[in-house]
């Protein structure tokens, strides 16, 4: 598989590692109708499920197979054979199929819960990758737990399956543990050590255990990581994933430090598909989530307003057209200062001179007082009084 070195790859799993979350299983429809919508949003690869987990994944496989046609369909097996011939036989409809196996790589993962030795994990690594490659050109392997494995070992593993035959290797920080430099630096040490390391895709997939999920996932970006794997809202096991959408707008925003590195992602589709998954999932989003949450473009400071309505980008480092969303919200509150006020009066009609603005403000300020923020209906009812 050749790959551009100028494309960043985003690999969404919301389908597979995000619907691990309790409570969020979803239907085959609308499983399709969300991987439709990701197909829209320019995202590579889609991780439709774990077949072998359930007959209901199973054909999540298939019909998601048969309902895309530009993107990867992946479907992530353990590294043993039966895992291996389901997600094949799942996949037998995709135009562009990937199988994803791996195994553990730390000393943890060997010890406890493999009971077994480093020799005899890169055995079944290694014939894992060969069985997947008999299938699907595209194999991508994960050396789960590379967060806390040892470098040499996992340099090893990863020179092995490459050489094995495959085309992406997935690093995860599946207990999301790492710090961003201990990550990054994770991935500069394989581009350094790894002699075939250039024949395979190196691809980022972080956990959000500790908060750190976006920020390690660009750590990898920065020292050679060419896919991202992330879901919509960052959702996922425990604390979450990477969120695709935090991702995309930080190679938007900071452009010069990723000199042409590009992706296909239409941003614009960000709140439209972030709701969506929100109520398909039944898993809200918190009000203060970077990009997507309802406060993430909610100025209520009053200090913050009035230099927003000065200059926009003396608050704002991304447009929220750029998001899909019509317009910042400047939400009045007992914080709120009088070029808000007039703001939201002007924006209803009302033109007021500075004295009536003075007085108008008191009276705003006794109400805000009351209430914890104030809609065009407060505002009118105090204009006519």
Known sequence: MLHDPNHLYIFDTTLRDGEQVPGCQLTTPEKIEIAKDLESLGVDIIEAGFPVSSPGDFQSVVELSKAVDDVIICALTRANKNDIDVAADALKYAKRPRIHTGIGSSDMHIKYKFNSSREEILERAVAAVKHAKSYVEDVEFYAEDAGRADLGYLSQMVEAVIAAGATVVNIPDTNGYCLPDQYGSKIQYLKDHVRNIDQAIISAHCHNDLGLATANSIAAVQHGARQVECTINGIGERAGNTSLEEVAMILKVHQQQFPGLTSNINSTMFTAISRKVSAMMRMPVQPNKAI?????????????????????????????????LDEADIILTARSGRHALKHHLERLGYQLDKDQLAATYEKFLILADGKKDLCDDDLKALMQA
């Open 292 to 324: 997507v949450g309802k406060n993430a473009f909610a100025h209520s400071s009053g200090i913050h307003q009035d230099g927003f309505l000065k200059h926009r980008e003396n608050y704002e480092i991304i447009r929220p057209e750029d998001v899909g």
